[in-house]
């Protein structure tokens, strides 16, 4: 068995590394960096995506032929993680959230067509991109086969009528993912549509405000009534919703994961950092033994979720869709990002409640990963559905070549 990972590899997380470290954090000090929202301005943003794409840094994720650095999975475990050690890390490389999902969705279904006019733009930079799923009540949510949004063929054309909500990007996208139902068909009833910001027959309802700081197109709710696209514009075929969600989800939730561990990481680096100076009680914080517990236990969780992580990675990119892996990487990751970072802002106290760290920033952030991609408890359910169909197989190694 072997967890080493390969010198190329190990090369560019490097100069990821040295790259954020130089061109990221000193952006994260400067409070002129941020936009309303906690996110870092655009015109800085877009600064710094040409720096890395001059340091040939670019999108790692996708293949070369396309314009990236052709890692799958296993490296982008070794490298979101590197470019989350900054709060603007993943953004900056064209690895964040929600375009990462749809990119990767796209290259594995999408027509060579609509690749051309739907994901290359994203690929490159030029256009920003939302996956319209979740719905208000009685709509769908954490269960999908509870959407109400219509499509419906009339004339050659499919009609959409219905109401998203939390729809990440969405006040900035121009490509869209979107899913609606097409039949009553319990497994083949979703499709999935691409449409642009453009199309008539759908608006933008409003910004939903939240908690943590956001994604540049903030959430929004979205309202359709009438919203007319072509044929072509289905992804993957009519009826091939759900599969087209299973497909995007499964790699999005560890790749969220991915960045959650940079997260950590740098939680435990600003906590590590005042505790080796402040003194008290005539010791350093760093030599009570009760900072020590702390501070092992967050780093044991972290590598607890690394292999996790990774594990779940090898296994997509041995053609696995390791679906109770990704569950339970999703449940431990969100958990111990939520942890640790509640036991950073502790051991740094008043600074680590102030907004002179981003402690503060990853605390309010972590909320969300809990629910988002599949709420913690539906995530447990996915899991104990392996147990039940496995028994004791559930914990197998897999048995390698000789
Ligand atoms: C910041 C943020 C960004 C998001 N971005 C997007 C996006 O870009 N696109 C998109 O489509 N959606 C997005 N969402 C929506 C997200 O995917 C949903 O919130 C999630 O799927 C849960 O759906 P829901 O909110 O309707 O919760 P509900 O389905 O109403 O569930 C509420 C709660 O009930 C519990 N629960 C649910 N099912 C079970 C079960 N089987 N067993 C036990 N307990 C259960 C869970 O605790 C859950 O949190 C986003 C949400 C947030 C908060």
């Given at each position: ?15 990821i ?5 130089a ?9 002129a ?27 790692p ?54 690749k ?41 054309k ?16 121009e ?15 979703l ?36 919203l ?21 989800l ?11 561990l ?18 008290g009680f005539?010791?350093k ?9 702390k ?16 594990r779940?990675?090898w ?7 390791a ?5 339970m990487?999703k ?43 599949g709420a913690?408890?539906?995530h ?22 000789d």
């Open positions: 068995m072997d967890f080493s990972i390969s010198p190329e590899l190990a090369a560019l997380e490097e100069k590394r040295q790259f954020v470290s061109n990221i954090l000193p952006c994260e000090q400067d409070p960096s941020y936009d309303d929202y906690g996110n870092i301005k655009l015109p800085l943003l877009h600064e710094i995506r040409q720096q890395v794409k001059d340091a040939g840094l670019w999108a994720q996708i293949p070369k032929e396309q314009g990236g650095l052709g890692f799958g999975p296993v490296g982008m475990a070794v490298l979101y993680e590197a470019m989350n050690y900054s709060i603007f890390g993943p953004v900056c490389f064209n690895c964040a959230a929600p375009d990462d999902g749809n990119m990767y969705i796209l290259n594995q279904v999408a027509t060579p067509e609509q051309a006019r739907w994901l290359q733009p994203i690929i490159d930079g030029k256009a920003r991109s939302s996956f319209a799923m979740n719905e208000t009540a009685p709509g769908g949510g954490s269960d999908p086969s509870m959407i109400e949004t219509t499509a419906e063929l009339k004339d050659g499919w009609v959409i009528h219905g109401r998203k909500w939390y729809i990440t990007g969405a006040g900035e996208a490509h869209f993912i979107l899913m609606a139902k097409t039949s009553d068909d319990p497994r083949q009833g499709t999935a549509f691409l449409f642009h910001r453009d199309d008539p027959g759908w608006r933008i309802e409003r910004r939903i405000g939240i908690m943590g700081p956001e994604e540049h197109g903030g959430h929004c709710e979205l309202i359709f009534d009438g007319t696209l072509d044929e072509d514009r289905v992804l993957m075929g009519v009826g091939q919703g759900l599969k087209v969600t299973q497909i995007r499964g790699l999005a939730r560890l790749t969220h994961c991915m960045r959650w940079g997260l950590a990481k740098r939680a435990v680096a600003i906590a590590s950092d005042y505790a080796a100076t402040r003194e005539g010791i914080l760093a030599d009570r033994e009760s900072i020590q517990m501070l092992g236990q967050a780093a044991m969780d972290i590598e607890t979720g690394r292999l996790m992580v990774m779940a990675a296994r997509i990119e041995q053609g696995s869709k679906r109770q892996d990704v569950s990487a449940i431990h990751v969100s958990e111990l990002l939520n942890r640790v970072t509640s036991d950073a802002i502790q051991i740094c106290g008043a600074r680590g409640y102030s907004k002179d760290t981003v402690l503060e920033w990853i605390y309010r952030y972590a909320r969300q990963a809990l629910l988002v991609d913690t408890e539906v447990q359910m996915v899991i104990n559905r392996f147990l039940m169909a496995n028994g004791h197989d559930f914990w197998t190694w897999g048995v390698g070549d």
